[in-house]
């Protein structure tokens, strides 16, 4: 069974930076695209970024490209995004998921249909950006 456990949530002062880890297990991940959902109280989930296991290839949300990073540690079982200089509209809960060659359906702006593509989730890490 595919289990996924976030880390790195917490209270962030603006400005911080954000690493968010993504520990998978239950599968071997090299088979798998990961990545990361995000969600606000009020608004369906949407997707932020994630990266392909065939070539390692990354696809970004427009309002976070050039900002955030994901990276994969197939090894390690594991995926990290970072970013610097978070600001208040950076909070929500970040969810990571994995599924076969969905990834770059996730980032398109029907979020019901980006979220329906992925097969697994974990429970998600609460990030909340303020001083």
């Known amino acids: 069974q595919v289990h996924l456990v976030e880390s790195g949530g917490g209270l962030v002062q603006p400005g911080g930076p954000l690493r968010l880890s993504c520990a998978a297990s239950?599968?071997?991940?090299?088979?798998?695209?990961i990545g990361w959902f995000r969600q606000v109280p009020g608004k369906e989930r949407e997707g932020v970024a994630c990266?392909?296991?065939?070539?390692?290839?990354?696809y970004y949300a427009d309002s976070v490209k050039g900002r955030f990073t994901i990276s994969r540690d197939n090894a390690k079982k594991m995926a990290i995004m970072q970013r610097n200089s978070l600001k208040p509209k950076n909070t929500a809960v970040y969810y990571c998921?994995?599924?076969?060659?969905?990834?770059?359906?996730?980032?398109?702006?029907?979020?019901?249909?980006?979220?329906?593509?992925?097969?697994?989730w974990g429970r998600g890490t609460q990030v909340t950006v303020s001083a």
């Open positions: 998921a994995v599924d076969i060659a969905t990834c770059p359906q996730w980032i398109v702006a029907d979020r019901a249909l980006a979220t329906a593509r992925v097969g697994s």
């Open positions: 239950g599968l071997t991940l090299e088979h798998y695209d």
């Open positions: 990266i392909r296991s065939n070539n390692g290839g990354t």
